[in-house]
């Protein structure tokens, strides 16, 4: 049984914490935080990126700044240098609140997103989900549609990102429960078993975690609040 460990991660940081945050990334990811127009987008693209190195870190025995990430053959990051293929890892933030995971000999996925109103989700849904899905979605009540939608996103991101395939396997080709549904495969075009679980970000987020291994162990924490004074 492959064991997966899980972190929520506060992004509301001091800014000192954020330029500690910035000294541990490489030139390329601060090269992708600076192509967001927003300041709030960058700081925390750069915030997120530093937790991911840390919590690699501590699990490699290396320094922040000695994390080596690459990008596989499907676009997914993984560790080069002489930690590669140590441990399968994937990151995701919205709003104030980033998702990472790490998982040993199974690919993991994660997706977090913050709910918020959204006007045409019905159709976002017809058009991109499974047919079985939309209409799941339809059937709830027009209070339940935004929070459901946000939950089904996470759950469909969280495989696809899991695969590593990106746009290659269209989000239609497999089905999932819609929430409040508990997460689970209706209908999966790739071979395998999986693990696919909710997590507690706090009131305003959904998110999901995907673990390509059957009753995968997933243990969630909660980054401590100071976790960038252990970067230096």
């Known amino acids: 049984m492959s064991a997966a460990d899980i972190w929520v991660v506060d992004l509301a940081l001091?800014?000192?914490?954020?330029?500690l945050c910035e000294a541990v990334l490489d030139a390329d990811e601060r090269d992708r935080g600076n192509r967001f127009l927003r300041p709030a987008d960058r700081a925390?693209?750069?915030?997120?990126?530093?937790?991911?190195?840390?919590?690699?870190?501590?699990a490699l025995s290396l320094a922040p700044a000695e994390?080596?990430?690459?990008?596989?053959a499907g676009g997914k990051?993984?560790?080069?240098?002489?930690?590669?293929?140590?441990?399968?890892?994937?990151?995701?933030?919205?709003?104030?609140r980033a998702l990472i995971g790490l998982a040993r000999g199974a690919a993991i996925g994660v997706d977090l997103e913050e709910i918020r109103p959204i006007t045409d989700a019905l159709r976002i849904a017809r058009a991109h989900f499974a047919p079985d899905e939309a209409a799941?979605?339809?059937?709830?009540?027009?209070?339940a549609i935004d929070p459901a939608f946000f939950g089904l996103w996470t759950r469909k991101e969280a495989v696809v990102k899991a695969l590593g395939t990106?746009?290659?396997?269209?989000?239609?080709?497999?089905?999932?429960?819609?929430?409040?549904?508990?997460?689970?495969?209706?209908?999966?075009?790739q071979d395998g078993t999986w693990t696919l679980t909710s997590v507690d970000c706090g009131p305003g987020y959904a998110a999901t975690v995907a673990v390509r291994s059957a009753e995968a162990g997933i243990a969630v924490r909660h980054f401590?609040?100071?976790?960038?004074?252990?970067?230096?």
């Open 136 to 143: 799941a979605l339809a059937a709830l009540p027009l209070s």
């Open 224 to 232: 401590p609040d100071d976790w960038p004074s252990r970067l230096g």
């Open 14 to 19: 001091s800014p000192n914490e954020f330029d």
């Open 44 to 58: 925390r693209h750069r915030a997120s990126h530093a937790a991911l190195r840390l919590i690699l870190a501590e």
């Open 166 to 189: 990106g746009l290659l396997l269209p989000l239609d080709r497999f089905s999932v429960s819609v929430p409040p549904e508990p997460p689970r495969f209706l209908r999966m075009a």
């Open 67 to 72: 994390i080596r990430l690459e990008a596989g």
């Open 77 to 96: 990051p993984e560790l080069g240098g002489a930690a590669r293929g140590a441990l399968d890892f994937n990151l995701s933030h919205s709003g104030g």
